[in-house]
Protein backbone atom coordinates (compact mmCIF):
# COMPACT_ATOMS: atom_id res chain seq x y z
CA UNK A 1 0.00 0.00 0.00
CA UNK A 2 1.45 3.23 -0.74
CA UNK A 3 2.61 5.44 2.25
CA UNK A 4 -0.04 8.16 1.49
CA UNK A 5 -2.88 5.53 1.30
CA UNK A 6 -1.29 3.68 4.82
CA UNK A 7 -0.78 7.40 6.33
CA UNK A 8 -4.83 8.11 5.78
CA UNK A 9 -5.56 4.63 6.58
CA UNK A 10 -4.04 5.23 10.13
CA UNK A 11 -5.53 8.52 10.52
CA UNK A 12 -9.04 7.47 10.06
CA UNK A 13 -8.91 4.26 11.99
CA UNK A 14 -7.66 6.51 14.75
CA UNK A 15 -10.27 9.02 14.55
CA UNK A 16 -13.05 6.70 13.84
CA UNK A 17 -14.70 6.06 17.17
CA UNK A 18 -14.63 10.01 18.05
CA UNK A 19 -16.02 10.86 14.68
CA UNK A 20 -19.29 10.96 15.23
CA UNK A 21 -19.05 13.05 17.75
CA UNK A 22 -17.05 15.71 15.97
CA UNK A 23 -19.34 15.84 12.92
CA UNK A 24 -22.07 16.80 15.29
CA UNK A 25 -20.13 20.14 16.08
CA UNK A 26 -20.14 20.88 12.48
CA UNK A 27 -24.03 19.49 11.90
CA UNK A 28 -25.44 21.87 10.04
CA UNK A 29 -22.70 21.71 7.55
CA UNK A 30 -23.23 18.19 6.77
CA UNK A 31 -26.86 17.99 7.33
CA UNK A 32 -27.01 20.69 4.28
CA UNK A 33 -24.79 19.02 2.24
CA UNK A 34 -27.52 15.16 2.88
CA UNK A 35 -30.35 18.11 2.00
CA UNK A 36 -28.98 18.98 -0.96
CA UNK A 37 -27.66 15.14 -2.02
CA UNK A 38 -31.50 14.25 -1.24
CA UNK A 39 -33.27 16.78 -3.33
CA UNK A 40 -32.06 14.72 -6.26
CA UNK A 41 -32.50 11.56 -4.66
CA UNK A 42 -35.74 8.92 -5.04
CA UNK A 43 -37.34 6.02 -2.88
CA UNK A 44 -36.48 4.24 -5.74
CA UNK A 45 -32.98 4.25 -6.14
CA UNK A 46 -30.23 2.03 -5.18
CA UNK A 47 -27.07 4.23 -3.71
CA UNK A 48 -23.42 3.68 -2.74
CA UNK A 49 -21.79 5.83 -0.61
CA UNK A 50 -17.89 5.42 -1.35
CA UNK A 51 -16.08 6.96 1.73
CA UNK A 52 -18.98 6.58 3.67
CA UNK A 53 -17.20 6.73 7.02
CA UNK A 54 -19.21 6.15 9.97
CA UNK A 55 -22.56 5.73 8.22
CA UNK A 56 -24.09 9.48 8.88
CA UNK A 57 -24.40 10.77 5.76
CA UNK A 58 -25.99 7.73 3.94
CA UNK A 59 -28.03 7.24 7.03
CA UNK A 60 -29.81 10.35 5.78
CA UNK A 61 -29.88 9.95 1.93
CA UNK A 62 -33.28 8.16 0.38
CA UNK A 63 -33.24 5.26 -1.42
CA UNK A 64 -34.35 1.38 -1.60
CA UNK A 65 -31.12 -0.12 -1.13
CA UNK A 66 -27.78 1.54 0.43
CA UNK A 67 -24.44 0.41 0.58
CA UNK A 68 -21.31 2.41 2.39
CA UNK A 69 -17.95 1.38 1.38
CA UNK A 70 -14.96 2.72 3.49
CA UNK A 71 -11.24 1.81 3.03
CA UNK A 72 -11.22 1.98 6.74
CA UNK A 73 -11.89 -1.49 9.04
CA UNK A 74 -12.68 0.96 11.99
CA UNK A 75 -15.14 3.36 10.68
CA UNK A 76 -16.77 0.66 8.82
CA UNK A 77 -17.51 -1.15 12.38
CA UNK A 78 -18.58 1.96 13.72
CA UNK A 79 -21.08 2.41 10.82
CA UNK A 80 -22.09 -1.05 11.15
CA UNK A 81 -22.76 -0.70 15.17
CA UNK A 82 -24.72 2.35 14.28
CA UNK A 83 -27.18 1.86 11.82
CA UNK A 84 -27.80 -1.96 11.42
CA UNK A 85 -30.15 -1.85 9.14
CA UNK A 86 -27.70 -0.25 5.90
CA UNK A 87 -25.17 -2.08 4.81
CA UNK A 88 -21.36 -1.42 5.01
CA UNK A 89 -18.11 -3.05 3.80
CA UNK A 90 -14.77 -2.25 4.59
CA UNK A 91 -13.19 -2.04 1.08
CA UNK A 92 -10.30 -0.01 -0.99
CA UNK A 93 -12.55 2.08 -4.13
CA UNK A 94 -9.74 1.52 -6.22
CA UNK A 95 -9.82 -2.26 -6.29
CA UNK A 96 -14.13 -2.39 -6.05
CA UNK A 97 -15.09 -5.86 -6.29
CA UNK A 98 -18.99 -5.20 -6.15
CA UNK A 99 -21.14 -7.41 -8.09
CA UNK A 100 -24.29 -5.05 -8.73
CA UNK A 101 -24.46 -1.59 -10.77
CA UNK A 102 -26.28 1.41 -8.90
CA UNK A 103 -28.44 4.26 -9.76
CA UNK A 104 -26.36 6.80 -7.81
CA UNK A 105 -23.13 7.06 -6.66
CA UNK A 106 -22.18 9.34 -4.05
CA UNK A 107 -18.76 11.01 -3.28
CA UNK A 108 -18.89 12.97 -0.02
CA UNK A 109 -16.40 15.39 0.76
CA UNK A 110 -13.88 12.36 0.18
CA UNK A 111 -12.16 12.75 -2.98
CA UNK A 112 -8.82 14.78 -1.21
CA UNK A 113 -7.94 11.98 0.27
CA UNK A 114 -7.53 9.98 -2.74
CA UNK A 115 -4.21 8.57 -3.55
CA UNK A 116 -4.97 8.47 -7.34
CA UNK A 117 -8.42 10.46 -7.77
CA UNK A 118 -8.61 8.68 -11.41
CA UNK A 119 -8.52 5.29 -10.59
CA UNK A 120 -10.58 5.40 -8.58
CA UNK A 121 -13.07 7.02 -11.34
CA UNK A 122 -12.22 4.46 -13.53
CA UNK A 123 -12.90 1.91 -11.06
CA UNK A 124 -16.51 3.03 -10.17
CA UNK A 125 -17.24 2.52 -13.94
CA UNK A 126 -17.85 -1.35 -12.84
CA UNK A 127 -20.41 -0.42 -10.93
CA UNK A 128 -22.32 2.03 -13.18
CA UNK A 129 -25.19 1.19 -15.34
CA UNK A 130 -26.08 3.57 -18.38
CA UNK A 131 -27.79 5.93 -16.77
CA UNK A 132 -26.22 5.86 -13.26
CA UNK A 133 -25.54 9.36 -11.72
CA UNK A 134 -22.16 10.24 -9.84
CA UNK A 135 -22.63 13.35 -7.85
CA UNK A 136 -19.51 14.42 -5.93
CA UNK A 137 -18.51 17.14 -2.93
CA UNK A 138 -15.58 18.70 -1.70
CA UNK A 139 -14.10 21.97 -0.45
CA UNK A 140 -13.83 25.33 -1.98
CA UNK A 141 -10.24 26.02 -3.22
CA UNK A 142 -10.63 29.89 -1.43
CA UNK A 143 -11.29 28.04 1.95
CA UNK A 144 -7.77 26.49 1.76
CA UNK A 145 -6.34 28.62 4.43
CA UNK A 146 -9.03 28.84 6.54
CA UNK A 147 -9.79 25.73 7.04
CA UNK A 148 -5.88 25.16 7.45
CA UNK A 149 -6.16 27.61 10.33
CA UNK A 150 -9.49 26.04 11.94
CA UNK A 151 -6.96 22.98 12.11
CA UNK A 152 -4.38 24.81 13.87
CA UNK A 153 -6.74 26.32 16.81
CA UNK A 154 -8.56 23.31 17.58
CA UNK A 155 -11.86 23.85 15.98
CA UNK A 156 -10.74 21.33 12.95
CA UNK A 157 -9.73 17.94 13.26
CA UNK A 158 -6.18 17.77 11.59
CA UNK A 159 -5.47 15.65 8.54
CA UNK A 160 -2.58 14.58 6.43
CA UNK A 161 -2.23 16.52 3.48
CA UNK A 162 -4.75 16.20 0.96
CA UNK A 163 -5.59 17.23 -2.32
CA UNK A 164 -7.65 20.53 -3.21
CA UNK A 165 -8.93 20.16 -6.02
CA UNK A 166 -10.88 22.92 -8.35
CA UNK A 167 -13.88 22.18 -9.89
CA UNK A 168 -12.35 22.07 -13.43
CA UNK A 169 -9.73 19.90 -11.96
CA UNK A 170 -12.59 17.68 -11.10
CA UNK A 171 -14.42 17.91 -14.07
CA UNK A 172 -11.18 16.69 -16.36
CA UNK A 173 -10.33 13.74 -14.04
CA UNK A 174 -13.89 12.96 -14.77
CA UNK A 175 -13.95 13.13 -18.39
CA UNK A 176 -10.59 11.29 -18.55
CA UNK A 177 -12.39 9.00 -16.68
CA UNK A 178 -15.38 8.35 -18.83
CA UNK A 179 -17.63 10.20 -17.57
CA UNK A 180 -19.52 13.53 -18.73
CA UNK A 181 -20.03 16.30 -16.26
CA UNK A 182 -23.03 18.20 -16.45
CA UNK A 183 -23.94 20.52 -14.01
CA UNK A 184 -21.97 22.14 -11.18
CA UNK A 185 -23.36 24.20 -8.04
CA UNK A 186 -21.77 25.46 -4.71
CA UNK A 187 -23.66 26.01 -1.35
CA UNK A 188 -22.94 27.08 2.36
CA UNK A 189 -20.82 30.40 3.08
CA UNK A 190 -21.39 30.24 6.67
CA UNK A 191 -21.25 26.63 7.54
CA UNK A 192 -22.40 27.31 11.58
CA UNK A 193 -25.60 27.36 12.40
CA UNK A 194 -26.54 31.16 14.20
CA UNK A 195 -30.41 31.74 13.90
CA UNK A 196 -31.55 33.92 11.14
CA UNK A 197 -28.28 34.88 10.72
CA UNK A 198 -26.60 31.45 8.89
CA UNK A 199 -30.45 31.68 7.23
CA UNK A 200 -30.04 34.89 5.30
CA UNK A 201 -26.12 34.17 4.44
CA UNK A 202 -26.38 30.72 3.41
CA UNK A 203 -30.49 30.84 1.95
CA UNK A 204 -30.53 34.21 0.19
CA UNK A 205 -27.35 36.22 -0.18
CA UNK A 206 -25.17 33.05 -1.07
CA UNK A 207 -27.42 31.88 -3.62
CA UNK A 208 -26.72 34.87 -6.04
CA UNK A 209 -24.05 35.16 -8.20
CA UNK A 210 -20.91 36.57 -7.44
CA UNK A 211 -21.28 35.55 -3.56
CA UNK A 212 -22.22 31.65 -4.43
CA UNK A 213 -18.65 31.90 -5.66
CA UNK A 214 -16.87 32.05 -2.50
CA UNK A 215 -19.16 29.25 -0.86
CA UNK A 216 -17.30 26.67 1.12
CA UNK A 217 -19.19 23.34 -0.65
CA UNK A 218 -19.03 22.60 -4.95
CA UNK A 219 -21.05 19.69 -6.30
CA UNK A 220 -20.27 18.31 -9.47
CA UNK A 221 -22.99 16.21 -11.26
CA UNK A 222 -21.43 13.69 -13.96
CA UNK A 223 -22.44 10.66 -15.56
CA UNK A 224 -21.33 7.50 -17.76
CA UNK A 225 -20.48 8.74 -21.30
CA UNK A 226 -22.28 6.67 -23.34
CA UNK A 227 -20.81 6.60 -27.15
CA UNK A 228 -23.27 4.49 -28.93
CA UNK A 229 -26.44 4.37 -30.33
CA UNK A 230 -29.63 1.94 -29.76
CA UNK A 231 -32.85 2.03 -31.98
CA UNK A 232 -35.99 3.12 -29.53
CA UNK A 233 -39.81 3.46 -30.37
CA UNK A 234 -41.23 7.47 -30.56
CA UNK A 235 -44.21 8.46 -29.64
CA UNK A 236 -45.05 12.67 -31.24
CA UNK A 237 -47.30 13.67 -29.19
CA UNK A 238 -49.31 16.95 -31.01
CA UNK A 239 -51.75 19.02 -29.02
CA UNK A 240 -54.01 20.95 -31.45
CA UNK A 241 -56.44 23.89 -30.33
CA UNK A 242 -58.06 25.61 -33.97
CA UNK A 243 -55.21 24.22 -36.23
CA UNK A 244 -57.21 22.70 -38.66
CA UNK A 245 -55.13 23.85 -41.65
CA UNK A 246 -52.09 22.34 -40.13
CA UNK A 247 -53.35 18.77 -39.03
CA UNK A 248 -52.73 16.75 -42.37
CA UNK A 249 -49.49 18.99 -42.93
CA UNK A 250 -47.91 17.25 -39.68
CA UNK A 251 -48.84 13.75 -41.21
CA UNK A 252 -47.14 14.45 -44.46
CA UNK A 253 -44.30 16.54 -43.51
CA UNK A 254 -43.51 13.73 -40.73
CA UNK A 255 -40.09 11.87 -41.28
CA UNK A 256 -39.99 8.26 -40.85
CA UNK A 257 -37.21 7.56 -38.31
CA UNK A 258 -36.50 5.47 -35.04
CA UNK A 259 -37.55 1.79 -34.14
CA UNK A 260 -41.26 2.43 -34.72
CA UNK A 261 -43.19 5.99 -34.90
CA UNK A 262 -46.61 6.64 -33.14
CA UNK A 263 -48.56 9.96 -33.75
CA UNK A 264 -51.02 11.10 -31.37
CA UNK A 265 -53.52 14.46 -31.81
CA UNK A 266 -54.88 15.32 -28.60
CA UNK A 267 -57.75 18.20 -29.48
CA UNK A 268 -58.40 21.06 -27.07
CA UNK A 269 -61.54 23.36 -26.69
CA UNK A 270 -61.41 24.11 -30.80
CA UNK A 271 -63.71 26.59 -32.38
CA UNK A 272 -63.02 24.96 -35.79
CA UNK A 273 -63.48 22.22 -37.38
CA UNK A 274 -60.07 20.79 -35.87
CA UNK A 275 -61.22 17.39 -34.33
CA UNK A 276 -62.93 16.73 -37.14
CA UNK A 277 -60.02 17.19 -39.46
CA UNK A 278 -57.98 14.99 -36.67
CA UNK A 279 -60.10 12.15 -37.65
CA UNK A 280 -60.47 12.60 -41.06
CA UNK A 281 -56.59 12.41 -41.13
CA UNK A 282 -56.37 9.40 -38.84
CA UNK A 283 -58.76 7.65 -41.34
CA UNK A 284 -56.76 8.67 -44.58
CA UNK A 285 -53.39 7.63 -43.63
CA UNK A 286 -54.49 4.61 -41.19
CA UNK A 287 -52.32 2.20 -43.70
CA UNK A 288 -49.22 4.07 -43.65
CA UNK A 289 -48.73 5.73 -40.05
CA UNK A 290 -49.75 5.27 -36.68
CA UNK A 291 -52.19 7.42 -35.50
CA UNK A 292 -53.74 7.34 -32.04
CA UNK A 293 -56.41 10.34 -31.37
CA UNK A 294 -58.07 11.89 -28.42
CA UNK A 295 -60.03 14.83 -27.40
CA UNK A 296 -58.75 16.37 -23.56
CA UNK A 297 -61.20 17.12 -20.99
CA UNK A 298 -59.41 19.56 -19.45
CA UNK A 299 -57.83 22.58 -20.74
CA UNK A 300 -53.92 24.05 -21.27
CA UNK A 301 -51.52 22.89 -23.76
CA UNK A 302 -49.66 20.74 -20.69
CA UNK A 303 -53.01 18.93 -19.59
CA UNK A 304 -53.17 18.03 -23.66
CA UNK A 305 -49.52 16.83 -23.17
CA UNK A 306 -50.23 14.68 -20.35
CA UNK A 307 -53.15 12.63 -21.83
CA UNK A 308 -51.08 11.90 -24.53
CA UNK A 309 -47.80 11.12 -22.67
CA UNK A 310 -50.75 8.38 -20.57
CA UNK A 311 -51.67 7.26 -24.13
CA UNK A 312 -48.00 6.72 -25.48
CA UNK A 313 -46.68 3.39 -25.86
CA UNK A 314 -43.28 4.66 -27.48
CA UNK A 315 -39.92 4.53 -25.46
CA UNK A 316 -39.51 8.32 -26.33
CA UNK A 317 -41.58 10.99 -26.15
CA UNK A 318 -42.25 14.07 -28.04
CA UNK A 319 -43.93 16.68 -27.93
CA UNK A 320 -44.57 18.61 -31.55
CA UNK A 321 -46.80 22.24 -31.71
CA UNK A 322 -49.59 21.88 -34.20
CA UNK A 323 -48.83 25.53 -35.61
CA UNK A 324 -45.68 23.86 -37.24
CA UNK A 325 -43.41 26.83 -35.87
CA UNK A 326 -40.64 24.14 -35.20
CA UNK A 327 -40.47 21.59 -38.25
CA UNK A 328 -41.58 18.00 -37.94
CA UNK A 329 -38.24 17.63 -40.12
CA UNK A 330 -36.25 18.67 -37.44
CA UNK A 331 -37.39 15.73 -34.88
CA UNK A 332 -35.03 13.26 -35.75
CA UNK A 333 -32.54 15.44 -34.96
CA UNK A 334 -34.16 15.17 -31.25
CA UNK A 335 -33.99 11.53 -31.24
CA UNK A 336 -30.64 11.35 -32.09
CA UNK A 337 -29.67 13.42 -29.22
CA UNK A 338 -31.56 11.65 -26.95
CA UNK A 339 -30.77 8.31 -28.51
CA UNK A 340 -26.40 9.00 -28.52
CA UNK A 341 -27.17 9.89 -24.87
CA UNK A 342 -25.88 13.35 -25.44
CA UNK A 343 -28.39 14.55 -22.79
CA UNK A 344 -31.18 13.08 -20.53
CA UNK A 345 -33.75 15.78 -21.70
CA UNK A 346 -33.80 17.64 -25.04
CA UNK A 347 -35.20 20.87 -25.69
CA UNK A 348 -35.38 22.88 -28.47
CA UNK A 349 -34.06 26.56 -28.96
CA UNK A 350 -35.75 29.04 -31.28
CA UNK A 351 -33.01 31.59 -30.33
CA UNK A 352 -29.91 30.42 -31.46
CA UNK A 353 -30.33 30.74 -35.51
CA UNK A 354 -32.16 33.70 -37.25
CA UNK A 355 -36.01 33.33 -37.13
CA UNK A 356 -38.46 33.83 -40.06
CA UNK A 357 -39.60 37.33 -40.59
CA UNK A 358 -42.99 37.15 -38.22
CA UNK A 359 -42.52 33.76 -36.33
CA UNK A 360 -41.94 35.91 -33.23
CA UNK A 361 -42.88 39.33 -32.08
CA UNK A 362 -39.98 41.48 -30.56
CA UNK A 363 -41.52 41.47 -26.79
CA UNK A 364 -41.82 37.80 -26.83
CA UNK A 365 -38.19 37.80 -28.12
CA UNK A 366 -37.02 39.79 -25.17
CA UNK A 367 -39.79 38.03 -22.61
CA UNK A 368 -37.97 34.56 -23.66
CA UNK A 369 -34.46 35.74 -23.46
CA UNK A 370 -35.32 37.12 -19.17
CA UNK A 371 -37.02 33.69 -18.91
CA UNK A 372 -33.78 32.34 -20.64
CA UNK A 373 -30.70 34.08 -18.19
CA UNK A 374 -33.50 33.38 -15.11
CA UNK A 375 -33.52 29.72 -15.54
CA UNK A 376 -29.71 29.05 -16.78
CA UNK A 377 -29.24 30.68 -12.94
CA UNK A 378 -31.93 28.60 -11.18
CA UNK A 379 -31.39 25.54 -12.87
CA UNK A 380 -27.86 25.93 -12.66
CA UNK A 381 -27.00 25.12 -16.20
CA UNK A 382 -27.15 26.63 -19.24
CA UNK A 383 -30.96 26.92 -20.93
CA UNK A 384 -31.68 28.88 -24.16
CA UNK A 385 -35.23 28.95 -24.24
CA UNK A 386 -37.58 28.02 -22.03
CA UNK A 387 -41.03 27.97 -23.87
CA UNK A 388 -40.10 26.28 -26.92
CA UNK A 389 -42.79 23.48 -27.40
CA UNK A 390 -40.51 20.83 -28.20
CA UNK A 391 -39.37 18.60 -25.72
CA UNK A 392 -37.74 15.49 -25.90
CA UNK A 393 -37.67 12.51 -23.24
CA UNK A 394 -37.48 8.65 -22.72
CA UNK A 395 -40.46 7.39 -21.36
CA UNK A 396 -39.15 5.75 -18.15
CA UNK A 397 -37.70 9.32 -17.14
CA UNK A 398 -41.35 11.10 -17.80
CA UNK A 399 -43.18 7.97 -15.81
CA UNK A 400 -40.21 8.67 -12.73
CA UNK A 401 -40.91 12.42 -13.57
CA UNK A 402 -44.97 12.13 -13.02
CA UNK A 403 -44.58 9.81 -9.93
CA UNK A 404 -42.94 12.89 -8.02
CA UNK A 405 -45.24 15.53 -9.67
CA UNK A 406 -46.39 16.35 -6.05
CA UNK A 407 -43.34 17.87 -5.14
CA UNK A 408 -43.82 20.72 -7.37
CA UNK A 409 -47.54 20.24 -7.89
CA UNK A 410 -49.92 20.88 -10.96
CA UNK A 411 -49.03 24.28 -11.31
CA UNK A 412 -48.06 25.05 -14.97
CA UNK A 413 -51.36 24.76 -17.35
CA UNK A 414 -48.45 24.78 -20.28
CA UNK A 415 -46.57 22.25 -19.27
CA UNK A 416 -42.79 23.56 -20.31
CA UNK A 417 -41.95 24.42 -17.22
CA UNK A 418 -43.68 21.26 -15.28
CA UNK A 419 -41.23 19.27 -17.81
CA UNK A 420 -37.85 21.70 -17.11
CA UNK A 421 -38.47 21.59 -13.33
CA UNK A 422 -39.08 17.27 -13.20
CA UNK A 423 -36.17 16.81 -15.36
CA UNK A 424 -33.92 19.20 -12.95
CA UNK A 425 -35.25 17.36 -10.03
CA UNK A 426 -34.77 13.83 -11.17
CA UNK A 427 -31.46 15.02 -12.19
CA UNK A 428 -31.68 14.79 -15.75
CA UNK A 429 -28.87 16.27 -18.48
CA UNK A 430 -30.99 18.69 -19.87
CA UNK A 431 -29.26 20.08 -23.61
CA UNK A 432 -30.45 22.83 -25.82
CA UNK A 433 -30.95 21.60 -29.77
CA UNK A 434 -31.17 24.51 -32.24
CA UNK A 435 -33.89 24.65 -34.70
CA UNK A 436 -34.94 26.91 -36.76
CA UNK A 437 -38.47 28.73 -35.80
CA UNK A 438 -40.95 29.61 -38.76
CA UNK A 439 -43.80 31.79 -39.11
CA UNK A 440 -47.12 30.03 -39.20
CA UNK A 441 -48.94 29.28 -42.14
CA UNK A 442 -52.59 28.61 -40.92
CA UNK A 443 -54.59 30.38 -38.16
CA UNK A 444 -53.12 32.45 -35.26
CA UNK A 445 -51.55 31.97 -32.10
CA UNK A 446 -53.36 30.90 -28.71
CA UNK A 447 -50.55 32.45 -26.65
CA UNK A 448 -51.81 35.65 -24.88
CA UNK A 449 -48.43 37.95 -24.02
CA UNK A 450 -49.48 39.88 -21.53
CA UNK A 451 -51.43 37.63 -19.88
CA UNK A 452 -50.02 34.44 -19.93
CA UNK A 453 -46.64 36.29 -19.34
CA UNK A 454 -47.67 37.57 -16.29
CA UNK A 455 -48.91 33.30 -15.33
CA UNK A 456 -44.95 32.51 -16.48
CA UNK A 457 -43.57 34.90 -14.14
CA UNK A 458 -45.20 33.53 -11.38
CA UNK A 459 -43.95 30.44 -11.93
CA UNK A 460 -40.59 31.23 -12.52
CA UNK A 461 -40.96 32.86 -8.79
CA UNK A 462 -42.48 29.48 -7.37
CA UNK A 463 -39.83 27.55 -9.01
CA UNK A 464 -37.07 29.50 -7.61
CA UNK A 465 -38.58 29.06 -3.87
CA UNK A 466 -38.38 25.27 -4.44
CA UNK A 467 -35.34 24.64 -6.52
CA UNK A 468 -33.13 27.78 -5.58
CA UNK A 469 -34.12 29.30 -1.92
CA UNK A 470 -34.56 26.28 0.24
Request: include cysteine; charge should be positive.
Amino acid sequence: MPDRKQEFLNHFNKLAPSYTLYKKRFAYYWNDTAAYINYFLTEEQSILDVGCGAGDTLSQLKGKRKLGIDISPEMINVAKKKYPDIEFKQMDAENIYLEEKFDVIILSNVIGYFDNIQDIFTALKKVCKADTRIIISYYNQLWEPFLRFGEKIGIKKKSPRQNWLSIRDVRNLLYLSGYDTYRVARRILFPVKIPFFSFLINKIIGKLPVFNSLSLNYFVFARPQINAEEKYSISVVIPARNESGNIENAILRMPDFGKHLEIIFVEGNSTDDTWETIQKVQKKYSGKYDIKIARQTGKGKGDAVRKGYAMANGDILMILDADLTVPPEDLPKFYHALASRKGEFINGSRLVYPMDKKAMRPLNILGNKFFSMAFSWILEQPIKDTLCGTKVMFRKDYERLARNRKFFGDFDPFGDFDLIFGAYKLNLKIVDLPIRYRERIYGDTNISRFKHGFILLKMMFFAVGKIKFW
